[in-house]
């Protein structure tokens, strides 16, 4: 719930400033707890949930890091921790090493073959 008031302020502040990408990115980020929210008050079921959000948290940081190549995306390694995380003790260890070896894969995809041509790294 405290979530949701910190998005609404957020998109508020954005609306003012005109950055219209940033308000549909928190008016996606508020569907899904609110979609969630709802989920989990009529179904009682966390696993879906769990799944859900550990998916995404794994996917979209790779995708953005591999992608948005012209800035550094250091705080995606943290939110693939994150969704690493939620996949262990939410879904269970099996599982979450699978969401861990998905990480470790999108990052060293992203150090290999996309940062050394960026940055000057030297090549393997």
């Known amino acids: 719930m405290c979530y949701q008031y910190y998005l609404f302020f957020n998109n ?3 609306i003012i400033q005109n950055n219209i990408p ?3 990115l928190f008016i996606f980020a508020l569907l899904i707890t609110t979609g969630s ?3 989990l008050y009529k179904t009682k079921k966390t696993a879906p949930i769990y799944f859900f959000i550990a998916t995404l948290g794994i996917i979209l940081p790779v995708l953005s890091a591999n992608y948005m190549l012209e ?3 250091y ?3 943290v939110w693939i921790i ?3 995380c939620i996949a262990y003790f939410g ?3 099996k599982i979450g090493k699978y969401y861990a070896l998905a990480g470790i894969i999108g990052l060293a995809i992203l150090y290999t073959f996309f940062l050394t ?3 000057g790294l030297p090549e393997h």
Request: charged share 10%; proline share 0%; hydrophobic share 55%.
């Open 71 to 73: 800035d550094n995306h």
């Open 117 to 119: 041509k960026i940055h």
């Open 12 to 14: 508020s502040a954005y």
């Open 75 to 77: 705080g995606n390694i």
């Open 37 to 39: 929210l709802i989920f």
């Open 82 to 84: 994150v969704a690493i």
């Open 91 to 93: 879904l269970g260890a």
């Open 22 to 24: 940033s308000v549909l």
